[in-house]
């Protein structure tokens, strides 16, 4: 009876880990080394779209990048800092010979040294490591990529 019971909540907590999970936005590292995230687009049924909100303080920021390292893609902010992103799945780069950085669609959206702005991200002084990287998530480049935690 007793590993019944157990067996019982088992089943029933995978099958909630499992419904947890679907929806979730997952982060990936692609060959290039640019980490994408899953984008959104459906959650249980309803479409995740992008709100029409600004942030505060939007992250912005002089794109930058290298070959040579495990983080190859970065902006610069004007403090100098290097603040670490996640950009939407699809998204590629390629060194030609500087940073060109690709939508989904292979069109290309900034070159080194250009300001990007992350309009729906708020700049945050925990953020932008590459253990805590910001995700460039919402209405970005003219196109919407939900993220979902």
Aim: aromatic share 6%; proline share 7%; charged share 20%.
């Amino acid at each position: 009876m007793i590993t019944r019971r157990i067996l019982a909540v088992a089943l029933s907590s995978s099958i909630i880990a499992i419904s947890c999970a679907e929806g979730r936005s997952r982060v990936e590292t692609q060959p290039s080394g640019l980490r994408t995230f899953t984008v959104i687009r459906e959650s249980r049924g309803a479409p995740v779209l992008c709100s029409s909100a600004v942030a505060a303080e939007p992250l912005e920021g002089v794109l930058r990048g290298s070959a040579e390292v495990d983080d190859p893609v970065w902006l610069q902010l004007a403090d100098g800092k290097r603040a670490s992103i996640v950009w939407p799945s699809g998204f590629t780069i390629r060194f030609d010979p500087d940073l060109i950085l690709s939508n989904e669609l292979g069109s290309e959206v900034a070159r080194e040294g250009e300001t990007v702005t992350l309009t729906q991200v708020n700049q945050d002084p925990q953020t932008g490591t590459p253990t805590n990287p910001y995700i460039a998530s919402g209405s970005l480049f003219g196109n919407c990529y939900p993220f979902v935690p």
